[in-house]
């Protein structure tokens, strides 16, 4: 069996509910082509119309009209997404509105601190079951805010930033290594005034409406990366993915692959709504074991699932470090990982901030726990693949958060 032939991507995650959110403050009608199909950006959909905001989804395209807020009159569920929670309770804070915010089981657990303290600083009056879902805030006059913040996450800046948007007062936030940027990106194209300084981003209250948008979003990297990944290790494979987002915080993982001497082409790169888009090339080859530490780790945060499968197929040793992050995902993602690769036979070791991967080794057929997490159901059923006996999801249905149709694909490009 071989990976063979070209894929194309609904379009990218955190794009596609950035697209959703920024159109709901842009006065007129904003059009989006290949939004993300996943039950995360269907959960912001639901947020935002629960807002009063207009969406309309059509065949392959979403028409959001943007335009005022209300207070919603039911709590506003999130679902699993933390994207779809960080972000509106931002940008809700901003526009003034009263809103309860809830989640599942996954999203319940997950830190919420790292939003509520900022958005506290700037005078957003607020209740939480232990910094943790339900949430309730209200409506409260903001100021901006300078603030340092102990993570790069952006869905920390966002919240941060969207919150600014109906502030009194310049924000400046500073990251310690610079996280995904599509809210600036977006937020400047769109007419916002936004500046950059290193990792810092200093951003005004809007003083005038923002300019409705249209966007054919660029596929997701972060859902490319599964069939990247098995492209990689499964010999004789070539595949070409088409239009997929190349913005240099989202390519960490096609950047550590081809340290670990993948063959890796980009072609027919182009720039639209300020976001880098173009098509990659991947052939396999063989690979060797690769370092990752801390300043690396923003970039590649949701592929480190499926780079431990690569790294099993790989020859010596793989280290990662400093990514205690993955360990606040939709599951704790370094355990997951470790317990999933170990009844598959690798040689992997737990670290409290990574792992360590000896490589290569022949994966054995195992009973997958998922922890209903998307990315540990895909990274697993690429280790299926490569794997000598069969693999077993417990929750297969849990790749519909950000790619339905997984399955599906992977059926298609296996050859
Ligand atoms: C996201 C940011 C990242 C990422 C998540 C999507 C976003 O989270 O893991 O899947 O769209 O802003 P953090 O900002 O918490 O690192």
């Known amino acids: 069996m071989v990976i063979k032939g070209s894929i194309s991507f609904p379009g990218d995650k955190s794009i596609s509910h950035r697209a959703l ?131 790069a996450s952006a869905q920390v800046k966002s919240s941060v930033l969207l919150a600014t948007l109906g502030s009194n007062k310049t924000t400046c936030f500073t990251e310690p290594v610079l996280s995904r940027d599509h809210t600036e990106r977006m937020l400047k194209y769109i007419g916002a005034d936004i500046s950059f300084k290193n990792n810092k981003t200093f951003l005004e209250p809007l003083s005038n409406p923002l300019s409705p948008f249209n966007f054919n979003i660029p596929g997701d990297p972060s859902t490319a990366a599964f069939f990247a990944g098995a492209a990689s290790i499964i010999p004789g494979s070539n595949i070409t993915i088409n239009r997929v987002l190349i913005n240099p915080t989202r390519i960490g993982f096609f950047t550590i692959l081809d340290k670990m001497g993948a063959r890796i082409k980009y072609l027919k790169e182009k720039e639209e709504v300020g976001e880098l888009i173009g098509n990659i090339n991947i052939k396999q080859e063989r690979l060797n074991g690769v370092r990752i530490s801390a300043k690396e780790i923003p970039a590649i945060i949701d592929e480190l699932p499926i780079i431990a499968i690569i790294a099993t197929q790989a020859k010596g040793i793989t280290k990662v470090t400093g990514a205690k992050e993955l360990r606040m995902k939709e599951c704790d993602r370094i355990n997951a990982i470790s317990k999933n690769l170990n009844d598959m036979g690798a040689k992997i070791k737990e670290l409290d901030d990574g792992f360590i991967i000896e490589g290569p080794t022949v994966l054995k057929g195992a009973k997958i726990e998922t922890f209903k997490d998307h990315r540990i159901a895909m990274a697993f059923s690429i280790a299926g693949l490569v794997a000598d006996g069969n693999i077993l999801l417990d929750y297969p249905e849990s790749v519909k958060i950000s790619y339905p149709e997984f399955f599906e694909q992977l059926n298609r490009v296996c050859k």
């Open 21 to 151: 959110i920024l159109a709901s403050l842009c006065k007129g009608e904003s059009s989006f082509s290949n939004l993300s199909t996943g039950m995360d950006v269907f959960s912001t959909k639901e947020c935002l119309m629960a807002c009063g905001i207009n969406i309309i989804s059509e065949k392959n395209k979403t028409i959001v009209n943007g335009g005022t807020f209300n207070d919603p009159n039911q709590k506003l569920d999130c679902g699993n997404s933390g994207t779809t929670m960080r972000l509106l309770v931002g940008l809700l804070a901003g526009q003034k509105v009263s809103a309860t915010f809830i989640g599942d089981d996954s999203l319940s657990s997950r830190p919420m601190n790292r939003i509520l303290s900022p958005l506290a600083e700037m005078g957003l009056k607020l209740k939480s079951k232990n910094k943790r879902l339900p949430i309730t805030i209200t409506k409260s006059e903001l100021t901006g805010l300078d603030y340092e913040s102990p993570i």
